[in-house]
């Protein structure tokens, strides 16, 4: 009832939307300028959903997707503790998901129609995890280096424009530093463990790195979204400001680890006082965007697999849900 | 058997019950129905966890041996595994895992139930705070089986099927051995009789409003308790231990 009720939305906002006189929209972006949070019932212009739609369920789709790598590890966890606090991260992202699907829901789409999109390929989700997580030390490399990246990119948003999205990423923030901290802790366990748990931790640092470094996106001069985002502060930092934050956070706390990050080119510059970086691939990004990174047919072979094994249940819960609906107005 | 020893097994036994099962539910994560069910079943995945490592600690204690939680967990085989046959089934679909589940809680709920009053302290506290978290797994598993068995033709059958399939497994939840005797004795442990009672009549209660059929008993399996497991364990410990067992003595 209430997903159905968001369809019939749509079309009532697009007819509103659909005389964006350049009044409204000098009045819209005066409101962002003067930091005024935009709330689900107010004017906005078509584009901003759009783009908004477009970002919440990206990041929505990323939560789900990003159970399965580290799922693969929930069964072969080392210890019951480490095997809780996993569980529990990958349960966090379930939440993150849910309600950042439900920011999404508050601009008209509804849940059913975003995970359709997902399912179609026609949406996205982060290319990091395309990524296999091949040992253990993959999951201490996701929570210090995904999580840790996933941070510097989400914090802005907690003063993000539309107010949803933003109340939505304060709690989100508040879980992913908390994951970032675990990811780090298991770094450090491994990297003053044995030999091959360094080798181990190494291991996954050489193949981590990278991929992390890419979850920034493109170099803002091949940007496509980022300028109107900027404007409407959905956006507050451009995608190369946050990848050099990160880098300068995260090359020293590599070095406490005692590993080597895998860029022969990286050396701190004294006078900028950030950390020159080699050349990002961005062929890799491009073809992993594109379906083909190392696991993309397997992710998404498995989220559909998962929906359609569960079509029957979802359908004997409408058709309870209905019964006793029928009851109760019969009584 | 003297009644350190039964207790020490029968905590021991507790704990195996809570990681299987635990594993289990691990095993389902990403593959659920519906995003809230992730999330239901991540919590619990998260209470058997907590129990397995309570009870493991416990045990621990009462051998007195340095063994902790996770050698107990990591470095037993599996015929040193004492929990029911029922828990190492397979997944399945969705409404087997909620077979399993409805028909072990039904019964786990009303065991950690006398366990809050039995004689030794230690576990009637960690039955205390368990049965708190089994209630509610119970009404949530319960109403599943409720709306998969009155829902449409398919889940009516597939629900069915499930609880036909997981009953030979029941069985051995009531047949008391030396070490549900000794406790039962010695520290005022659960009767297993009077369970099995208020079990039948709970677990008919929901299957009858879920318009499911209850099984006759007939032929019931066994041997979990003793460690004589079905094939599916092996592989479960395999997966589970393989990090602890390849690199003996590492922390992580």
């Given amino acids: 009832m209430y997903t159905q009720g968001l369809d019939q939305q749509g079309p009532a906002n697009e007819r509103r939307e659909g005389v964006e006189s350049p009044a409204d929209i000098a009045a819209f972006q005066a409101r962002i300028d003067a930091e005024e949070k935009i709330e689900a019932k107010d004017w906005m212009p078509a584009a901003y959903r759009r783009t908004l739609i477009r970002q919440i369920s990206q990041h929505a789709h990323s939560e789900i ?125 491994l990297s003053r463990g ?52 990160f880098i300068d956070v995260t090359v020293p706390q590599a070095e406490f680890l005692g590993l080597r990050v895998p860029d022969s080119e990286l050396e701190f510059d004294t006078a900028t006082g950030h950390y020159k970086f080699g050349a990002i691939d961005w062929q890799e990004l491009r073809e992993v965007i594109a379906g083909n990174g190392p696991c993309n047919r397997q992710r998404m072979a498995r989220r559909r697999k998962a929906h359609d094994d569960g079509s029957w249940v979802r359908a004997a819960a409408r058709a309870y849900g209905d019964k006793q609906a029928a009851k109760k107005a019969a009584a | 058997m003297n009644k350190e020893l039964a207790l020490l097994a029968y905590v021991t036994r507790l704990g195996d019950n809570a990681l299987i099962l635990a594993q289990r539910m691990v095993q389902a994560v990403t593959l659920c129905p519906e995003l809230e069910e992730e999330l239901a079943n991540a919590n619990f995945g998260l209470d058997y966890i907590g129990q397995a490592r309570l009870f493991y600690s416990y045990a621990g204690k009462l051998e007195g041996k340095g063994h902790s939680e996770d050698d107990f967990a990591f470095l037993r085989d599996a015929h040193e595994y004492r929990n029911v046959l029922l828990l190492e089934q397979p997944n399945g679909h969705f409404g087997d895992m909620m077979a399993r589940e ?56 597939r629900m069915q099927q499930a609880i036909n399939d997981h009953w030979p497994y029941t069985g051995e939840l009531f047949s008391a051995d030396a070490v549900d005797v000794l406790l039962r004795s010695d520290f005022n442990g659960p009767d297993l009789d009077v369970i099995r009672e208020q079990w039948q009549a709970n677990v008919a209660a929901v299957l009858s409003e879920a318009t499911l059929g209850k099984p006759d008993d007939g032929w019931m399996a066994s041997g979990g308790k003793q460690g004589r497991h079905s094939e599916h364990l092996g592989y479960l410990l395999a997966e589970m231990q393989f990090l602890q067992r390849s690199h003996p003595g590492a922390n992580w």
Avoid at chain 1, 212 to 225: A, Q, R, V
Avoid at chain 2, 132 to 148: G, T
């Fill in chain 1, 194 to 245: 044995t030999e091959k748990q360094k080798e181990m931790a190494q291991d996954a640092l050489n193949r981590w790195w990278w991929p992390s470094i890419m979850m920034f996106g493109p170099s803002d001069t091949d940007s496509k979204h980022s300028a109107l985002s900027m404007a409407w502060k959905i956006k507050r930092f451009s995608n190369d400001e946050l990848r050099q934050k």
């Fill in chain 1, 65 to 189: 997707i990003g159970m399965q790598p580290e799922g693969n590890w929930l069964t072969r966890a080392p210890t019951l503790k480490r095997k809780a606090i996993l569980l529990a991260k990958v349960q966090d992202e379930a939440g993150h998901g849910l309600y950042l699907y439900s920011a999404g829901e508050t601009l008209g789409t509804s849940r059913d129609e975003m995970v359709n999109d997902l399912l179609t390929g026609k949406a996205k989700y982060s290319s990091i995890f395309n990524y296999p997580t091949l040992s253990w030390a993959d999951i201490g490399a996701i929570g210090w280096l995904v999580d840790g990246a996933a941070i510097m990119n989400q914090i802005p948003l907690c003063r993000c424009s539309y107010g949803p999205y933003a109340r939505a990423m304060v709690r989100v923030c508040k879980e992913e530093s908390f994951h970032q901290r675990q990811g780090f802790d298991i770094m450090l366990k």
């Fill in chain 2, 102 to 157: 409805f028909l072990f809680e039904s019964f786990y709920l009303l065991q950690l139930d006398a366990l809050q009053s039995c004689d030794d302290t230690g576990l009637a506290e960690i039955a205390a705070r368990a049965v708190k978290e089994i209630r509610y797994h119970l009404r949530h598993v319960s109403q599943w089986i409720v709306r998969l068995g009155d829902g449409t033709d398919e889940s009516h059958a």
